[in-house]
């Protein structure tokens, strides 16, 4: 059964964050609408009925909430979120073998065993964690997310309140319910282990009054439970983390704005230098250009503001440490653009 595909709910939503904290588009504190909304006709509805209107993205996530996740969908890419899952060691299956808006929602199949390795990786500071049947197997690891991005999912996660009876551990967990009643997860790490619980039927029927937060939580918490009597710690926030309240965010970061204006116009920010996949000396100042969009610039690298407020459209960056980087810069509106980049 850890091989069968399934439709993962909403566990797949920590991942729908962590890019869009990755890509400077929001920040725990970032307040994101929860709103009716159509996507070209795609027009997805709370879990409840329920709509919480403007709220931090943290709570968000809380929360579980449709909206926000699949707004920040748009703006990464449903492409990219698969790309991710792919990284993380998943072979997702998609239906019609193009990835819509509907994969943030579990709309997608994957395996018990892709979603453990999934947030192996989130618990492993964003590094691929392939599962290994046996000592001595070789691992072939890649980047998820950045560690600050990986590391935040990890702490919203660990203030979900934990089910009736289950001790008040601070266990970073997700559950999830997939269309139908079909199938009830949760998954959930600590500083040293990760647990995956799936319940469902084989043939996929439904199963009534069957909730990811109701069936599956419980067993999940009873796993770590009979494991060991103390849950390990999660590790510190790495140093690059931005940890700040709502108020000093930058302009940009303080509300999220979803599709229409922000990707149709043509006008938008573009990173005209450096090039995506560029290689540059590390050590020194980096020089980035921006093309249109409107002033004043915030500039972020790996998802951390490093120049705030900038009109000018040439700029030098210091202090990028060696190795992978995500550059982004955001515009006035609130428009971004991005590009990778290798500092050695």
């Given at each position: 059964?850890?091989?069968?595909?399934?439709?993962?709910?909403?566990?797949?939503?920590?991942?729908?964050y962590?890019?869009?904290?990755?890509?400077?588009?929001?920040?725990?504190?970032?307040?994101?609408?929860?709103?009716?909304?159509?996507?070209?006709?795609?027009?997805?509805?709370?879990?409840?009925?329920?709509?919480?209107?403007?709220?931090?993205?943290?709570?968000?996530?809380?929360?579980?909430?449709?909206?926000?996740?699949?707004?920040?969908?748009?703006?990464?890419?449903?492409?990219?979120?698969?790309?991710?899952?792919?990284?993380?060691?998943?072979?997702?299956?998609?239906?019609?073998?193009?990835?819509?808006?509907?994969?943030?929602?579990?709309?997608?199949?994957?395996?018990?065993?892709?979603?453990?390795?999934?947030y192996?990786?989130?618990?492993?500071?964003?590094?691929?964690?392939?599962?290994?049947?046996?000592?001595?197997?070789?691992?072939e690891?890649?980047?998820?997310?950045?560690?600050?991005?990986?590391?935040?999912?990890?702490?919203?996660?660990?203030?979900?309140?934990?089910?009736?009876?289950?001790p008040?551990?601070?266990?970073?967990?997700?559950?999830?319910?997939?269309?139908?009643?079909?199938?009830?997860?949760?998954?959930?790490?600590?500083?040293?282990?990760?647990?995956?619980?799936?319940?469902?039927?084989?043939?996929?029927?439904?199963?009534?009054?069957?909730?990811g937060?109701?069936?599956?939580?419980?067993?999940?918490?009873?796993?770590?439970?009979?494991?060991k009597?103390?849950?390990?710690?999660?590790?510190?926030?790495?140093?690059?983390?931005?940890?700040?309240?709502?108020?000093?965010?930058?302009?940009?970061?303080?509300?999220?704005?979803?599709?229409?204006?922000?990707?149709?116009?043509?006008?938008?920010?573009?990173?005209?230098?450096?090039?995506?996949?560029?290689?540059?000396?590390?050590?020194?100042?980096?020089?980035?250009?921006?093309?249109?969009?409107?002033?004043?610039?915030?500039?972020?690298a790996?998802?951390?503001?490093?120049?705030?407020?900038?009109?000018?459209?040439?700029?030098?960056?210091?202090?990028?440490?060696?190795?992978?980087?995500?550059?982004?810069?955001?515009?006035?509106?609130?428009?971004?653009?991005?590009?990778?980049?290798?500092?050695e």
């Open positions: 059964m850890t091989r069968a595909l399934r439709s993962p709910g909403s566990t797949l939503k920590p991942l729908v962590g890019l869009a904290f990755d890509r400077g588009l929001a920040h725990p504190e970032t307040l994101i609408d929860d709103r009716p909304m159509s996507f070209d006709g795609y027009a997805p509805r709370n879990f409840d009925g329920v709509f919480h209107g403007e709220i931090p993205v943290a709570r968000a996530l809380r929360l579980s909430l449709n909206l926000p996740a699949v707004q920040l969908t748009e703006a990464i890419g449903p492409q990219n979120l698969v790309a991710a899952l792919r990284r993380a060691g998943a072979a997702p299956e998609i239906p019609g073998g193009r990835p819509g808006l509907a994969v943030a929602l579990g709309g997608l199949g994957l395996t018990l065993g892709d979603l453990v390795q999934l192996a990786g989130l618990a492993n500071g964003g590094m691929a964690q392939p599962l290994r049947w046996r000592s001595g197997e070789k691992e690891t890649a980047r998820i997310m950045t560690r600050a991005s990986a590391w935040q999912i990890g702490e919203i996660l660990t203030g979900l309140a934990p089910p009736p009876g289950a008040a551990d601070r266990l970073a967990y997700k559950t999830g319910t997939s269309y139908g009643h079909r199938d009830a997860w949760a998954v959930g790490f600590d500083g040293a282990h990760v647990v995956g619980v799936w319940i469902g039927r084989p043939d996929g029927t439904p199963v009534p009054g069957a909730f937060g109701d069936t599956a939580a419980p067993i999940l918490f009873e796993a770590f439970g009979r494991l009597p103390a849950l390990d710690p999660l590790p510190p926030p790495p140093p690059e983390t931005l940890l700040i309240a709502a108020s000093r965010l930058p302009e940009p970061l303080r509300r999220f704005r979803s599709g229409g204006a922000s990707e149709d116009a043509g006008d938008r920010p573009r990173l005209s230098f450096p090039p995506e996949g560029a290689v540059l000396a590390a050590g020194g100042s980096v020089p980035a250009k921006v093309r249109d969009g409107r002033p004043p610039f915030t500039w972020l790996n998802g951390r503001p490093v120049r705030i407020g900038e009109r000018g459209r040439e700029i030098l960056l210091d202090r990028l440490g060696p190795g992978h980087t995500e550059l982004s810069v955001i515009d006035a509106a609130g428009r971004a653009s991005r590009v990778r980049i290798v500092l």
